[in-house]
Each structure stands twice: as C-alpha cells, then as structure tokens.
C-alpha cells in the first residue's frame, strides 16, 4: 500500500498491505460522524468526533486510551458490532476539552445526540479511567 504523505507512509512501513487495507476499508464503511456538545459550564461548546458502527438494542460504549481516537480500537469495533444487536459507539476525544467534567458531560452528550438512554462501558488503558 502507497501513501503519498511520506510521514504517514513512514508510519505504515512494517503493516502489511493487507493490514492496512482492512484500516482503509473500516474508515469507509465507519465514517466518523460529528456532534457539538456543550461542557460543564453551558456557555463552552466542543466538537466531538465518533464512531458509531452496528445495530442493536445494546450498546456498547467503547471509550479509547491515551490517543483519544475512536479508531485506534477499529478491530473491536468491527468484530463487536459484526455481532447481532450490538450497537458500538467510539467517541474521539475533543480536543478542546480540559477537565473530567467536560471529558464525561461530553461523552453523555454523544449518547443523548444518538438517543441512547443506557450503555455499556468499556474502556482500555486511559478509556478505563473515565
């Protein structure tokens, strides 16, 4: 697999072709999809970007490590909402977010967007703090 982004082919240098195939075909059948949610204190609004993949009445939310990039858990998201009634949304982290209080007023702003009224948490390194 070529990229024309000589950072970004450095990066993919040891993935097989194969591997990053199935990246590139994840990201177009999962586009993120974009919501504005306001923080902790209602006058502050932040962008959220997040995946939302699978279909069913339970939902999983699948909340990221350090990163803070909904896709970097794109194998679990795929192989989760593959399963019958299994709903997986993967929030990115804002960028412009600076405190707990904003990073979870956030997340449940997501939740409320898409209509969910109760999830499923799961979380791996820094997802499992929140």
């Not at 195939?21 to 502050?44: D, E, M």
């Not at 904003?102 to 791996?124: C, F, K, P, S, T």
Request: glycine letters at 10%.
């Amino acid at each position: 697999m070529k990229f024309e982004n000589p950072r970004i082919a450095n990066l993919y240098k040891d993935v097989s072709d194969e591997q990053v195939a199935r990246l590139l075909q994840f990201r177009a059948a999962h586009p993120y999809r974009r919501a504005t949610i306001n923080g902790a204190n209602a006058h502050k609004r932040h962008p959220w970007e997040y995946i939302d993949a699978g279909r069913g009445n339970v939902v999983i939310l699948l909340l990221p490590g350090a990163l803070g990039l909904a896709e970097a858990s794109w194998q679990t998201i795929a192989h989760l909402a593959a399963r019958p009634g299994i709903r997986v949304i993967s929030p990115s982290y804002a960028p412009t977010v600076t405190t707990m209080a904003e990073m979870v007023n956030g997340i449940a702003g997501i939740l409320d967007h898409e209509g969910v009224g109760q999830a499923r948490v799961m979380g791996g390194s820094a997802g499992g703090y929140c």
